[in-house]
């Protein structure tokens, strides 16, 4: 959202200088506009790769966490399926 509001006002600000410059300062002025653009553009994809980059490491964790839970379950159901096991072979006896 920030990103199109920024970018929406860039273009809005470059049409308005130029509307009210000569022809032979134009091209300066556009240069320096393509550059600060770039230099914008370029912050928000380092921005945006640390969001994505913690997002992705909440995600590994979250993967982790299920996984290890997942584990813990199918060994309380062996503990569980034993201890039945031995509680009918000591009935049996």
Do not use: F
Request: net charge positive; proline share 2%.
């Amino acid at each position: 959202e920030r990103w199109r509001n920024d970018t929406t006002e860039e273009i809005n600000r470059i049409n308005q200088v130029l509307r009210d410059t000569t022809s032979p300062q134009k091209t300066p002025i556009v240069r320096y506009w393509m550059e600060s653009v770039t230099r914008r553009l370029d912050h928000y994809k380092a921005e945006h790769k640390a969001i994505l980059k913690e997002a992705t490491t909440l995600l590994e964790l979250a993967l982790w966490k299920a996984k290890i839970e997942e584990n813990e379950e199918d060994a309380l159901g062996d503990v569980i399926a034993k201890k039945a096991k031995i509680d009918i072979q000591s009935k049996r006896s």
